[in-house]
């Protein structure tokens, strides 16, 4: 006899084939992308999302119930959420994880609910949703669970609920004409389907690798994959225990707790349920780990091991004293957040007065828990994010979302130019609502353009294009094609600007530019406009060659 429920043990493995299938076919997701720039790729985000979340999953072993299970599936992802298509799988999962998180078990009609409620999430958090998008195809397999809930064989509707997503999926070039000319499907909807059918194979049984690569810029390891190269290991006790929570611990007093955790040690692991906190660390001193989480509440399944023989306790000791004298400064009025790459462009953000600097924007978007902790380092009472790029938008208003001991104001800066030009418009005087209004008002008069390569073949914007061909990309699409760059950077500028007066153009070049090159180039524009200021300037972003703004 079939069995038509999901335990807490089955739905982990489902999550985590899930996982492992998105990681598999990351690349081929990435191809279906319909901008061939080399920026932070849909499959590249949504894997590094569905991975945060992964990596908690694993984390609470075998034994989880499904409350437990839907607190580390939705924290995990709402705080690894990279770029749009993150942000957005991560409020499914977080609406899915609502009402799973409320079960025993779980049947047909509760994961018809769940999905409902998984895409309810995820249309509100976008702004305007744009159809034809993983938000359709999310829509689309949510409708057929409801029309199936009253079915009774639990494989046949996983089934169904996918297949039919997969009709969906396809009919995505139809409702966006971008997708149709570059003929490919929605890349986040590709996604999506991915995910479902791992979670099929593992619920049928299917033989999977559930081993996972391991980010560099990952902040936390799973337990079962730490080294114990006790040789050369800093940090010689492994501590791990269990607070049973008796105050609120909300997201603000789990990344205070990591913080501290991370000034006395490494390999952290933070899981934190509703009612309780799984913790793992590598330290020197475990009374400090054990002192500060007695603030939250009694401990349990302790476990301290000695790994290695020698210590630095005196160092340690040394360090908690000097950390003991350091009194905490209050509170400045404004603070300034900007993701930014490129010497150059990071040393004209902080010389505007920008607190943090998020490395990342075209080679890497930053994830929500990235943006968190510079929030977190801004020692202001209004802290003011410019995220730079369209795809890290969403992850930063994520962010300020979580956020309760702050105002986090996200402006929508798409690019750096209109991030410097958002920052110089900050008035003192002005309350952060006015200065809100004024640097949106301020940005939209901003026209910008970045030169880069193309990394596939496709056609977009009535334009064939080439891989390694050089791209002019505008603030709503292709200006510009050719095979050399210093020409195509020219007519991208004459197409950006067209016949409107302009007052000032500002070049930032990049890091494979020379200071000659971009020097003829910028003689080239003061040429053909000489009425108005050019501005030239060592930018060192990698990836584009030059970044334009004209004002």
């Not at 476990?303 to 905490?328: G, P, S, Y």
Request: aromatic fraction near 6%; hydrophobic fraction near 40%.
């Amino acid at each position: 006899m079939a069995v038509n429920t999901i335990d807490a043990k089955t739905l982990s493995h489902m999550f985590l084939a899930g996982a492992k299938n998105l990681e598999v076919k990351k690349e081929y997701i990435n191809e279906l992308n319909v901008f061939p720039v080399p920026d932070g790729d849909t499959g590249t985000n949504m894997t590094l999302t569905i991975m945060s979340a992964a990596k908690e999953v694993a984390a609470l072993g075998d034994t989880p119930d499904l409350k437990q299970l839907a607190k580390a599936i939705s924290s995990g992802s709402l705080r690894g959420a990279r770029g749009n298509s993150g942000v957005i799988l991560s409020q499914l999962f977080r609406g899915f994880s609502k009402v799973i998180g409320e079960q025993e078990v779980l049947d047909i009609k509760t994961l018809a609910k769940a999905m409902e409620k998984a895409v309810e999430s995820a249309y509100k958090a976008v702004m305007k949703p744009k159809e034809g998008t993983i938000l359709t195809v999310a829509k689309g397999i949510s409708q057929k669970a409801k029309e199936l809930e009253d079915t009774e064989d639990l494989d046949g509707f996983l089934e169904a609920v996918i297949t039919y997503g997969e009709e969906v999926l396809a009919k995505t070039p139809e409702m966006l004409p971008v997708l149709k000319q570059a003929g490919v499907v929605d890349s986040g909807g590709q996604g999506l389907i991915e995910v479902l059918k791992g979670c099929l194979m593992a619920y049928r049984g299917e033989e999977i690798d559930l081993s996972f690569e391991v980010e560099a810029t990952s902040k936390t390891v799973n337990v079962d994959s730490l080294a114990a190269d006790t040789a050369h290991i800093k940090y010689g006790y492994c501590t791990e225990f269990i607070i049973m929570l008796s105050k609120t611990f909300n997201i603000k007093h789990e990344m205070d707790f990591k913080a501290f955790l991370e000034s006395i040690g490494d390999s952290i692991v933070v899981v934190a349920d509703d009612d309780i906190v799984k913790v793992h660390v590598h330290t020197n001193d475990p009374g400090l780990a054990i002192q500060r989480a007695l603030k939250y509440g009694a401990l349990s399944n302790m476990k301290i091991d000695n790994m290695r023989l020698e210590h630095q306790e005196k160092l340690f000791k040394e360090e908690e004293k000097k950390q003991a004298t350091v009194k905490e400064e209050p509170p400045k009025d404004t603070g300034f957040i900007s993701v930014s790459i490129g010497e150059g462009l990071n040393e004209i953000l902080t010389d505007l007065g920008v607190d943090v600097i998020i490395e990342g924007g075209q080679t890497m978007n930053p994830s929500t828990e990235d943006i968190l902790s510079a929030i977190e380092q801004v020692n202001a009472k209004n802290v003011f994010i410019f995220p730079n790029n369209k795809n890290i938008i969403l992850a930063a208003n994520q962010a300020q979302s979580l956020v309760e001991d702050k105002k986090v104001i996200v402006i929508p800066t798409k690019n750096i130019p209109q991030g410097i030009t958002a920052i110089i418009n900050y008035v003192p005087d002005l309350s952060p609502e006015e200065n809100e209004q004024n640097m949106i008002s301020e940005i939209s008069n901003v026209k910008t353009g970045q030169v880069t390569y193309a990394v596939r073949d496709t056609v977009i914007d009535e334009k064939t294009i080439r891989q390694n061909d050089i791209m002019g990309i505008g603030d709503h699409g292709i200006l510009a094609v050719g095979k050399d760059i210093a020409e195509t950077t020219i007519e991208m500028v004459e197409e950006m600007i067209g016949d409107d007066e302009v007052e000032l153009i500002s070049i930032y070049y990049g890091q494979d530019v020379t200071e000659e090159e971009a020097g003829k180039v910028g003689a080239e524009i003061e040429k053909l406009y000489s009425e108005c200021d050019v501005e030239l300037q060592f930018g060192g972003q990698p990836i584009y060659y030059y970044v334009i703004s004209a004002e």
